[in-house]
């Protein structure tokens, strides 16, 4: 390593060592490790822009590993990124760009949030499949316009999660040879050496799910590491994962290669052992040699004339192929049509008994001639979830061109994918599954939130009127844990035109991701239902006198047997108004008079029928109201029989109303 190297390497370790030291906590080990891969990466393979983080066909750079923050805020301030030394100072404190993990939308240059080990990973995965899709669509012979490369740092914490295993084994049927995994193999987690609970052979797993496997034996020679960048871009029919053999700590004398330096400061002694160790100077803290800035500010000019260059060759493309330069203006907009939303088709159901996944699925052709940039799939259940677009062709490895992705059976990747998906910018992601299997995605879908993706998540099956299958089958809880999840937007519509208005809810929305919770059995097109939808919550049968006794608040399936209740009761002499509560975040989002008109406050006789856990319904209910919920697992039996011994028949909401009046 030649000189100016040393110090820039050094320099990365000890920016990362101060500042864990001045924050009292963070995670310096993984940074002093891993400082020479990230420089190499950075400074020899890296196309990036300082000066346009967002550039459309920059390298992506995922921070897997999120603990290691400071590996990439070293980076982000080295390159000229904004970061200034302050913020560096300011490491995990109070308002500043520098969070303990890495966090999208707050600090420019992190391409997504990381911190639960190997959501990256997936992440990754998504964003080289929208690399691969949107090159197909877009280039032209001369026209290289997306050409980028996915790398992903990744550690043995991100190897033993679940979610790699999955995310690999797709990521090579897919043969995406533009991604490129960075491990940090240092055999050194929290709990000690991974010889206690890890000793399997990541580069066998990794060839078995048909990756290129290369080692780096020596993580801190910069022309070894470089070598092996450049070998896994020349491998463009498989992914590549690059082992690179590190030392926790490099450097520490006292606690390098032991889990003491993981995440934990290094402490004034040791930090003096350590400086004299790589004869960095003890004074001042956070010290950045003037050489290495100089060294850095080398690079800007040709970072920069790369981006200049594709500027050109946009422009160029812009008067060669105007058509194709006003799609992938539309593409990247996020706009949807007003011609979509006035297409009759997506509304019109007749008068047909329909599955909301079903009426799912027919809107989604529509939506799809109007949105070409839709892509998705399920994790193995089209047939069942209604996801799969007719006109377009299924993604694999020979027809990139494809917008069908079939996930497998791997839920937690495919969250974390459709995030990168989205991430990447272009594309309008969504994807499918059974509410109950939400479980095996949440740790993706909150991190979704979080950053405030508008990605599309499709639930169906949504109650226990799945029947058969029994309670595994059946979510109970699974509506009360999304509608937990802060920025998230829950609808469960009641009949097609519901549904309809949902979907467009979920594609107007481009600050947060949207589940649509929809019935595996079919649902009566209702009488009043429609646009309103779009409110969250609106009255589809109104009171006779302008003056309910009760108001009957319904969601999905469970409106229908409200509306018939309702029937029943006005024959008795009550006068009764029934809201479709599609969504009660929509709904609690309205303006207060119109929240309001819809429930009155006061009319405090109320009746809430949804076929979930009761929970976070108290204040609809108000004071004298009551919740028809579930507080148990359901159970296997043909659907109506579970709904109708769990209460849901249009005689106990009857006598639920009357007590309720009474
Ligand atoms: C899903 C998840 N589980 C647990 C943690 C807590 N955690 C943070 S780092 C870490 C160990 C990671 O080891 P490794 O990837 O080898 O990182 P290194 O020790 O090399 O820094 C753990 C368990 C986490 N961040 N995410």
Redesign the pocket.
């Known amino acids: 390593m030649n000189a100016i190297d040393e110090m820039a390497v050094n320099t990365i370790r000890f920016l990362a060592v101060d500042a864990v030291e001045k924050a009292g906590s963070g995670?310096p080990?993984?940074p002093m490790g891993g400082a020479a891969t990230g420089y190499t990466l950075w400074t020899q393979h890296l196309k990036h822009c300082p000066e346009a983080p967002d550039w459309a066909d920059r390298d992506r750079f995922v921070l897997s590993?999120g603990?290691?923050s400071m590996l990439l805020y070293a980076l982000l301030h080295l390159f000229g990124y904004g970061l200034s030394l302050e913020e560096i100072k300011s490491f995990r404190q109070w308002g500043s760009r520098t969070p303990g993990h890495p966090e999208f939308g707050h600090t420019p240059g992190v391409e997504t949030t990381t911190?639960?080990?190997?959501q990256g990973f997936g992440n990754a995965v998504g964003m080289a499949i929208a690399e691969r899709r949107l090159a197909e669509e877009f280039n032209r012979p001369g026209y290289p316009l997306v050409d980028h490369h996915t790398y992903v740092y990744a550690?043995?914490?991100?190897m033993m999660?679940g979610i790699s295993s999955e995310a690999a084994s797709l990521a090579g049927h897919l043969k995406l040879g533009k991604l490129i995994c960075l491990y940090?193999d240092?055999s050194?987690?929290?709990d000690g050496s991974t010889d206690i609970a890890f000793t399997e052979d990541v580069g066998k797993r990794f060839e078995a799910y048909g990756w290129q496997v290369l080692r780096v034996d020596e993580g801190n020679r910069v022309e070894m590491i470089s070598e092996a960048i450049s070998e896994a871009r020349q491998e463009t029919g498989r992914p590549s994962l690059i082992m690179v053999r590190t030392e926790?700590g490099y450097g520490s004398p006292g606690k390098q290669g032991t889990a003491g330096v993981?995440?934990a400061p290094l402490g004034s002694e040791e930090i003096v052992e350590t400086k004299n160790n790589l004869s960095w100077p003890l004074e001042p803290d956070f010290y950045v040699p003037p050489e290495v800035y100089e060294h850095f500010s080398g690079f800007k000019e040709t970072l920069k004339a790369r981006k200049e260059e594709w500027d050109a060759l946009l422009s160029d493309y812009r008067q060669e192929y105007p058509d194709l330069g006003e799609r992938w203006d539309s593409w990247f907009s996020g706009q949807v049509p007003d011609k979509l939303i006035a297409d009759q088709r997506v509304w019109d159901f007749g008068d047909q008994s329909l599955a909301t996944r079903a009426a799912s699925g027919q809107v989604m052709q529509v939506l799809a001639e109007f949105l070409p940039n839709m892509i998705g799939g399920s994790a193995d259940l089209n047939s069942s979830t209604k996801t799969g677009l007719k006109q377009f062709s299924d993604f694999q490895a020979g027809n990139p061109g494809g917008s069908n992705i079939h996930f497998g059976v791997r839920e937690h990747a495919m969250g974390a994918i459709l995030s990168g998906l989205c991430l990447h910018g272009g594309l309008r992601p969504f994807c499918s599954t059974f509410l109950v299997f939400f479980d095996y995605m949440k740790p993706a879908v909150r991190l979704a939130a979080m950053m405030g993706l508008p990605v599309v998540y499709v639930y169906t099956h949504d109650s226990i009127a799945v029947g058969e299958d029994g309670p595994t089958h059946q979510p109970v809880e699974q509506l009360s844990h999304l509608r937990s999840i802060p920025n998230m937007h829950v609808l469960r519509p009641a009949d097609g035109k519901e549904t309809a208005a949902a979907w467009l809810h979920a594609l107007q929305r481009r600050c947060g991701p949207t589940a649509l919770v929809l019935s595996r059995q079919k649902l009566p097109q209702l009488e009043g239902s429609g646009k309103e939808a779009l409110k969250g919550g609106y009255i589809i049968h109104r009171e006779k006198d302008g003056n309910p006794d009760l108001i009957i608040i319904a969601s999905g399936s469970e409106v229908d047997p409200a509306l018939k209740a309702t029937r029943e009761l006005e024959d008795k002499g009550y006068s009764v108004r029934v809201v479709s509560m599609v969504s009660r975040e929509l709904f609690l989002a309205q303006d207060e008079d119109y929240k309001e008109e819809i429930l009155p406050s006061a009319i405090t006789k109320r009746l809430i029928v949804e076929a979930a856990l009761p929970v976070g319904w108290e204040s609809f209910a108000c004071s004298e109201g009551k919740v028809i919920g579930l507080d148990d697992f359901g159970a296997s039996a043909p659907g109506p029989v579970v709904m109708e011994k769990r209460g849901f028949t249009v005689e106990n909401l009857v006598r639920q109303a009357e007590a309720v009046l009474a």
Request: aromatic letters at 0%; a negative charge; hydrophobic letters at 25%.
């Open positions: 995670h080990g993984l590993a603990h290691g911190g639960p080990l190997g550690g043995d914490g991100c999660e940090d240092n050194i987690s929290i926790i993981h995440g």
